[in-house]
């Protein structure tokens, strides 16, 4: 047996794999998360942007008080961006980028539920701050 033969690595490489499929296939079947439920999480983007030549900045002091849905009960919680609330076990980071923000639902949410909390935002900013502001999907 030689170590350079590649037919002697199939049997070991299966083997190896056996464990990980095994684990994905009890998980599924018992309605357990799998690896990917950890590591991926569904995100849905959104950025709201002004028009051409036209710049958008949210005062920090803002955040709370602009940052927010009206039709959904939020509590701001830790984590990455600029602000970030979590409702219906979906967590939401805004992060205002130079010319925009965005708009990050982590989280088990359908698209176009997110829509309209992002509209939401996009038209309270866009009467806070008497720009014309777009909403664009990035996911």
Not at 29 to 46: A, H, K, M, S
Not at 58 to 81: A, D, K, N
Not at 104 to 122: H, M, N
């Amino acid at each position: 047996m030689d170590a350079q033969d590649p037919w002697i690595w199939i049997p070991l490489i299966v083997l190896g794999a056996i464990p990980i499929v095994s684990f994905a296939l009890y998980a599924r079947l018992r309605n357990q998360p799998t690896i990917n439920d950890f590591t991926r999480p569904e995100c849905v983007e959104f950025a709201i942007r002004p028009d051409p030549g036209e710049w958008l900045m949210v005062p920090r002091e803002q955040y709370g008080e602009l940052f927010r849905f009206s039709s959904e009960s939020s509590s701001p919680v830790s984590g990455w961006g600029d602000h970030r609330i979590c409702m219906r076990d979906v967590e939401v980071a805004f992060a205002q980028e130079t010319d925009e923000v965005q708009i990050f639902f982590e989280g088990r949410i359908e698209s176009r539920d997110a829509r309209k909390l992002a509209e939401e935002v996009r038209d309270r900013l866009s009467a806070a701050t008497g720009t014309n502001l777009h909403l664009v999907a990035e996911s």
